[in-house]
């Protein structure tokens, strides 16, 4: 298990008010445009729905599936990424990282940024130097706000801890957009410094400064949300497109704001690589507004407060494994129904039937039905999703198994065979809400579920592109239509 340390502990700093605005700061808010889907004739378009349509369909899950969304602190921003490791070749540098929050719901006051330390690859301790945030309020001048732990700019964030910042006491209406810029670096001068998740350099999305340890100053966090000189800085830059490697807090906690009316949906998205949009790397069309935010970001985009839990080349036990550890009680809560999110969509099983040994689509389907069970005992209402196509290149050869190609063939009746369970079984899974069909979204002939990859979605035999991300995307509104209604039922 690679995700946190099990050692890990929760620090929380004492509730405190922390006054102190800085100058002038950019924070022009783009204007977001409707999602636009990619589609290709082979596949009949999915229906889009908007958000009130997509509150209704998921609060009647709820009351189908006799479940309660959990009261109390939630997550309340869009972005969510619960996992750190190391920014490559960054020893010795100190970064300000600017990234975008969307507040559906806006903040009642009381709210907290949670900062996660190294989970994986690293042991230093990560130092924050100062953090402030830039939120506009719809119709409002932007506030700035200096963000403070146990009544100071700057605090330590331990490998493998959450460190919460003190209470916001400044409610935030629904539709604000917060900037949070972070001035870090590693608390070890020649360390690495932390990577959390995506950011895209845009004046209007993410931005970034890098330099050596002491080359950076306080008035540089006024002055974040472009990346200076054009092209992104090394080593921050990912090497494709727009795209950085950013640190941030995790997302944003607390309560909705006052005025805030109707059912609070938050969604948890857990799963391997393609859940946390790998090959996303940018925009899918010239009128992307949510670009490089992977399937999960792009459904939700700036309507749905969501967090991302998971690694590349992961499978179940990661979350299954990691129930114990103060990042997983964090989000997901524990018997006592405490969880952050109110939905969960459990996107694991290409890695574990990608080895030939667990070439018996069973083997994935009790993996599901575990990661289900534990739903169930939180309270959680559970989605689950068909498995994407691969390529024979991915296949983990056994010798025992036969020639590469009678194993790939076993992966591919392995693999529909999943699928059609999925589709048709998911009504017997206690707790299970739904299912979101990937495969047909993205195969060249759904009706024959041949494992074969529509022209213009796939890059690698196994992530989906940018394009290939927003069909996907597309795909989680069919659970919710009359068509495929919930609780998932067999056709």
């Known amino acids: 298990m690679n995700t946190v340390n099990r050692d890990a502990t929760i620090v929380s700093s004492p509730s405190r008010l922390c006054a102190g605005f800085l100058d002038a700061v950019r924070a022009a808010v783009a204007v977001l445009k409707p999602r636009q889907g990619t589609y290709s004739m082979n596949v009949k378009p999915l229906p889009a729905l908007s958000f009130p349509a997509l509150s ?13 969304p959990p009261k109390g602190e939630r997550v309340m921003s869009t972005r969510g990424f619960s996992r750190t490791s190391v920014l490559g070749l960054s020893e010795g540098k100190e970064a300000i990282t600017s990234y975008r929050f969307e507040l559906p719901y806006g903040l009642s006051a009381g709210w907290k940024l949670p900062y996660l330390g190294f989970s994986e690859g690293c042991n230093d301790t990560i130092r924050l130097k100062l953090v402030v945030v830039a939120a506009e309020q719809p119709g409002l001048p932007v506030d700035k706000i200096r963000i403070c732990f146990s009544g100071k700019d700057d605090t330590l964030v331990p490998p493998g801890t959450v460190v919460e910042s003190d209470p916001v006491e400044k409610a935030l209406l629904p539709g604000t957009v917060m900037r949070v810029s972070t001035f870090y670096c590693n608390q070890a001068p020649a360390g690495p410094l932390p990577f959390m998740n995506w950011g895209y350099i845009d004046e209007n999305i993410d931005g970034c400064l890098v330099g050596e340890i002491g080359s950076l100053k306080e008035d540089d966090v006024m002055e974040h949300t472009t990346c200076r000189g054009g092209a992104p800085p090394k080593p921050m830059w990912a090497g494709v497109n727009a795209l950085i490697r950013a640190y941030e807090p995790m997302f944003v906690t607390g309560k909705p704001h006052p005025s805030s009316k109707g059912e609070t949906v938050v969604i948890g998205f857990i799963g391997d690589s393609i859940n946390i949009s790998q090959n996303d790397f940018g925009p899918a069309n010239p009128d992307d507004p949510y670009p490089a935010r992977g399937w999960n970001g792009r459904f939700c985009g700036s309507q749905i407060p969501y967090v991302v839990f998971g690694q590349g080349g992961s499978n179940a036990g990661g979350f299954i494994n990691a129930q114990k550890t103060p990042l997983f009680k964090y989000i997901f809560g ?30 994935v389907w009790e993996a599901r039905l575990q990661v289900a069970g534990i739903c169930k005992r939180l309270g959680i209402p559970y989605v689950h999703t068909t498995l994407t196509p691969m390529t024979s290149n991915w296949l983990d050869l056994s010798k025992e198994l036969g020639t590469p190609e009678e194993q790939f063939s076993m992966f591919v009746s392995a693999r529909k065979k999943f699928n059609e369970k999925v589709r048709t079984q998911g009504k017997d899974i206690p707790g299970c809400i739904g299912f979101i069909d990937w495969g047909s979204a993205v195969e060249k002939n759904p009706a024959a579920n041949e494992n074969i990859w529509q022209s213009g979605f796939g890059t690698d035999g196994i992530h989906p592109d940018s394009a290939g991300h927003q069909r996907m995307a597309d795909a989680v509104g069919s659970p919710f239509t009359a068509e495929n209604p919930l609780p998932a039922l067999g056709r």
């Open 334 to 363: 524990t018997d006592a129904g405490d969880s952050k999110v109110t939905h969960l969509v459990d996107a694991y099983g290409i890695n574990t039937l990608r080895q030939a040994v667990n070439l018996k689509f069973d083997t």
């Open 56 to 68: 209704l369909a998921i609060l009647l899950c709820c009351q189908h599936a006799g479940a309660e």
